[in-house]
């Protein structure tokens, strides 16, 4: 089993930068594929961003490709999302995931953290 932990979150003016961090415990977190999600209000969650189990291979959501970049450090048992050029669409709560499929389908995912919000200000 895997304990999921996001941070960084927060308030910032369209075209800023966020990073947030995804802090995992318990099993082998290298065995895992990990991914972000993000959820509006009124809106379904939707897949953001996955990374491979050695961290080479990275998939984006359309919407955001080119402006964030996940990363991962197994040593640290962490995952990243830096976020740039941020626009007000890209507000959601946004939930760090694990699986041991390579997929980008939510159901498909087994572990998720609690979600940390972000809030982008035209």
């Known amino acids: 089993q895997v304990q999921l932990v996001e941070s960084g979150g927060g308030l910032v003016q369209a075209g800023g930068s966020l990073r947030l961090s995804c802090a995992a415990s318990?099993?082998?977190?290298?065995?895992?594929?990990m991914a972000w999600f993000r959820q509006a209000p009124g809106k379904e969650r939707e897949f953001v961003a996955a990374?491979?189990?050695?961290?080479?291979?990275?998939t984006y959501a359309d919407s955001v490709k080119g402006r964030f970049t996940i990363s991962r450090d197994n040593a640290k048992k962490a995952v990243f999302l830096q976020m740039n050029t941020l626009k007000p669409e890209d507000t959601a709560v946004y939930y760090c995931a694990a699986t041991s499929r390579v997929t980008i389908l939510s159901r498909e995912y087994d572990y998720w953290g609690q979600g940390t919000q972000v809030t982008v200000s035209s």
């Open positions: 318990g099993r082998t977190f290298s065995s895992y594929y």
């Open positions: 990374v491979s189990w050695s961290g080479t291979t990275t």
